[in-house]
């Protein structure tokens, strides 16, 4: 039985180790767009189904109670039912799966986008197409609950790191320059696209270069896409 336990906790220690490694960049940008969106007026909207609905009342409690005297109150939700009337653009969509999506959450996921909000997809397994994306590598719902959980507390405590930085909070203009810049695609939402260069992202209209998609490398110019880059 001891044997057994030490098995146990070794593979959640190891599953945990290698997430919080390999998705550190991401778990800070992740961070960062939350906090700028919560500045910006946004509710942070949590959803998710079966074990999952117990997570998102939990992440939507975070924000709402802060565990530490003196840190902000938050607006967020988890709505049991029909979440998806509640989001606006410029909302935080939180949804949670401990293994692949369910269609109830990936259809809250897709309307989230469709309606401009920001989206934070946690699942197991594989990756979904999200703003921020992180899947659990285990096929154990219990292991990718647990470092699911480990990481909405990471993100309680990043976002209020950035408050105390409230300059890092600022419209950052990245295509702003005398020269045009090339850039990545990360997202698109709105029949705009989202690009990211040097850990900053700018949403820019494509109508030059459309259509466009994840990955796409383009060069920019004053908010607009002038032109692929192969």
């Given at each position: 039985?001891i044997?057994?336990?030490?098995?146990?906790?070794?593979?959640?220690?190891?599953?945990?180790?290698?997430?919080l490694?390999?998705?550190?960049?991401?778990?800070?940008?992740?961070?960062?767009?939350?906090?700028?969106a919560?500045?910006?007026?946004?509710?942070l909207?949590?959803?998710?189904v079966?074990?999952?609905?117990?997570?998102?009342?939990h992440?939507?409690?975070?924000?709402?109670?802060?565990?530490?005297?003196?840190?902000?109150a938050?607006?967020?939700?988890?709505?049991?039912?029909?979440?998806?009337?509640?989001?606006?653009s410029?909302?935080?969509?939180?949804?949670?799966?401990?293994g692949?999506?369910?269609?109830?959450?990936?259809?809250?996921r897709?309307?989230?986008?469709?309606?401009?909000?920001?989206t934070?997809?946690?699942?197991?397994g594989?990756?979904?197409?999200?703003?921020?994306?992180?899947?659990?590598?285990?096929?154990d719902?219990?292991?990718?609950?647990?470092?699911?959980?480990?990481?909405?507390?990471?993100?309680?405590?990043?976002?209020h790191?950035?408050f105390e930085?409230?300059g890092?909070?600022?419209?950052?203009?990245i295509?702003?320059?005398?020269?045009?810049?090339?850039a990545?695609?990360?997202?698109?939402?709105?029949?705009?696209?989202?690009?990211e260069?040097?850990?900053?992202?700018e949403?820019?209209?494509?109508?030059?270069?459309?259509?466009v998609?994840?990955?796409?490398?383009?060069?920019?110019h004053?908010?607009?896409?002038?032109?692929?880059?192969?």
């Amino acid at each position: 039985m001891i044997e057994r336990l030490q098995l146990l906790v070794a593979e959640r220690e190891r599953v945990l180790g290698h997430f919080l490694e390999s998705e550190q960049r991401e778990i800070a940008l992740a961070c960062h767009s939350i906090a700028r969106a919560f500045s910006r007026g946004g509710t942070l909207v949590a959803y998710g189904v079966d074990s999952a609905e117990t997570d998102a009342a939990h992440v939507a409690v975070e924000f709402m109670h802060p565990v530490i005297v003196g840190k902000r109150a938050l607006p967020a939700l988890a709505p049991p039912n029909d979440v998806r009337g509640v989001l606006r653009s410029g909302d935080i969509a939180v949804s949670i799966a401990h293994g692949a999506e369910p269609a109830p959450v990936r259809a809250f996921r897709e309307q989230a986008r469709h309606r401009g909000a920001l989206t934070i997809a946690l699942t197991g397994g594989d990756r979904v197409d999200s703003d921020h994306a992180f899947a659990v590598p285990s096929e154990d719902p219990q292991v990718v609950q647990e470092v699911q959980e480990t990481l909405y507390h990471v993100f309680w405590e990043l976002v209020h790191v950035f408050f105390e930085h409230p300059g890092l909070l600022d419209d950052a203009c990245i295509t702003c320059g005398d020269v045009a810049i090339q850039a990545r695609v990360v997202a698109v939402r709105n029949g705009n696209a989202v690009i990211e260069k040097d850990g900053l992202r700018e949403e820019v209209a494509v109508e030059l270069v459309a259509p466009v998609d994840v990955g796409d490398m383009l060069l920019c110019h004053a908010g607009v896409a002038l032109e692929r880059v192969e």
